[in-house]
Nanobody, 113 residues
């Protein structure tokens, strides 16, 4: 089963920034809408942003204006630039393509002072 590979998580203070990366095989990268999800502690996984094959992004209200999703066509990755991180952004971040049901190990983001 194909899984995408997330990286870039870490510990950051409130107001800080992180950039996550999601590596995808060409067959997925070029043909699928790819999304980033967040699973906060004790909560269900929710979609926070996705980008279509025309590089058009969509964001959940909780991250709009702070996060930017983009495709890196050279690296075949979908990146998530996260600025002005808040305590509630803490969680495990996953990427996947819409409708796949396939999940990688995720990358942990901890926002703490």
């Amino acid at each position: 089963q194909v899984q995408l590979v997330e990286s870039g998580g870490g510990l950051v203070q409130p107001g800080g920034s992180l950039r996550l990366s999601c590596a995808a095989p060409e067959s997925i990268f070029s043909r699928r809408i790819i999304a980033w999800y967040r699973q906060a502690p004790g909560q269900q996984r929710t979609m926070i942003a996705y980008i279509n094959t025309s590089d058009s992004p969509t964001y959940a209200d909780s991250v709009k204006g702070r996060f930017t999703i983009s495709r890196d066509h050279a690296k075949k990755s979908v990146d998530l630039q996260m600025n002005n991180l808040q305590l509630e952004d803490t969680g495990v971040y996953y990427c996947s393509w819409l409708g796949s049901g396939s999940w990688g190990q995720g990358t942990r983001v901890t926002v703490s002072s």
